[in-house]
């Protein structure tokens, strides 16, 4: 009988320390993760495409009309992969009838590709403008579906104009050509669009007017 009492008690005492274990394995398990504070980077302008916030350029185009592109006034949040270690901080620039604007990831812009299997669009992070002469590259983004009929332009050469350095991006499909000039600390600072058939100038921009807020 002492035997068995022993081993009774002994028993009960690995049934609690098992029982307590349990316990506290469960009590570390719904513990809530402490939240991690990430510190967005900012990515700032490059030179031929300085779109530092609060900025504006003012163009003529081929009617002689006023045409402004503008920069809100700060860096802004923005995360293209819906993940916080993704999020930046970047300038968005705005067009004519753009209130919104877009991001600018210094010399690229986010691009969409749908569709995908649960209709939410892909977007992801594509060049607009390369300083690096005799770069390809396509603009924007497309759908799978139709295919890739993007327009592919060329860095083509990186010349002096009026003492200030300036790079020639050329480019186009088979109804356009377009031809743009980038000025080092300007920006955008002349564009042509040319229908490839009739030789007619389908766009035409060229600057007057420009503010860069360093």
């Given at each position: 009988?002492?035997?068995?009492?022993?081993?009774?008690?002994?028993?009960?005492?690995?049934?609690?320390?098992?029982?307590?274990?349990?316990?506290?394995?469960?009590?570390?398990?719904?513990?809530?993760?402490?939240?991690?504070?990430?510190?967005?980077?900012?990515?700032?302008p490059?030179?031929?495409?300085?779109?530092?916030?609060?900025?504006?350029?003012?163009?003529?185009?081929?009617?002689?009309?006023?045409?402004?592109?503008?920069?809100d006034?700060?860096?802004?949040?923005?995360?293209?992969?819906?993940?916080?270690?993704?999020?930046?901080?970047?300038?968005?620039?705005?067009?004519?009838?753009?209130?919104?604007?877009?991001?600018?990831?210094?010399?690229?812009?986010?691009?969409?590709?749908?569709?995908?299997?649960?209709?939410?669009?892909?977007?992801?992070?594509?060049?607009?403008?390369?300083?690096?002469v005799?770069?390809?590259?396509?603009?924007g983004?497309?759908?799978?579906?139709?295919?890739?009929?993007?327009?592919?332009?060329?860095?083509?050469?990186?010349?002096?104009?009026n003492n200030d350095?300036?790079?020639?991006?050329?480019?186009?499909?088979f109804?356009?050509s377009?031809?743009?000039?980038?000025a080092?600390n300007?920006?955008?600072?002349?564009?042509?669009?040319?229908?490839?058939?009739?030789?007619?100038?389908?766009?035409?921009?060229?600057?007057?007017?420009?503010?860069?807020?360093?």
């Amino acid at each position: 009988p002492k035997k068995l009492h022993l081993m009774l008690r002994i028993a009960s005492i690995v049934l609690m320390i098992t029982c307590i274990l349990i316990a506290c394995k469960k009590g570390k398990q719904t513990e809530p993760e402490p939240n991690v504070y990430h510190q967005p980077e900012t990515l700032k302008p490059l030179s031929y495409y300085p779109m530092f916030p609060g900025s504006y350029w003012i163009y003529l185009n081929q009617k002689g009309d006023s045409v402004k592109f503008v920069t809100d006034n700060t860096y802004k949040k923005h995360c293209y992969n819906r993940s916080v270690e993704d999020t930046v901080l970047v300038p968005f620039l705005k067009g004519p009838g753009d209130s919104e604007g877009h991001p600018i990831y210094q010399y690229d812009v986010i691009s969409e590709f749908p569709p995908r299997l649960d209709n939410k669009p892909v977007l992801k992070r594509t060049t607009y403008i390369s300083e690096v002469v005799g770069k390809q590259f396509k603009r924007g983004g497309f759908d799978s579906r139709y295919g890739d009929h993007r327009d592919v332009f060329t860095v083509k050469e990186k010349i002096k104009l009026n003492n200030d350095s300036v790079l020639v991006i050329t480019g186009g499909n088979f109804v356009y050509s377009h031809t743009e000039r980038y000025a080092k600390n300007v920006g955008l600072i002349w564009s042509c669009k040319v229908d490839s058939s009739s030789k007619d100038t389908i766009e035409r921009l060229s600057l007057v007017k420009f503010y860069i807020n360093r």
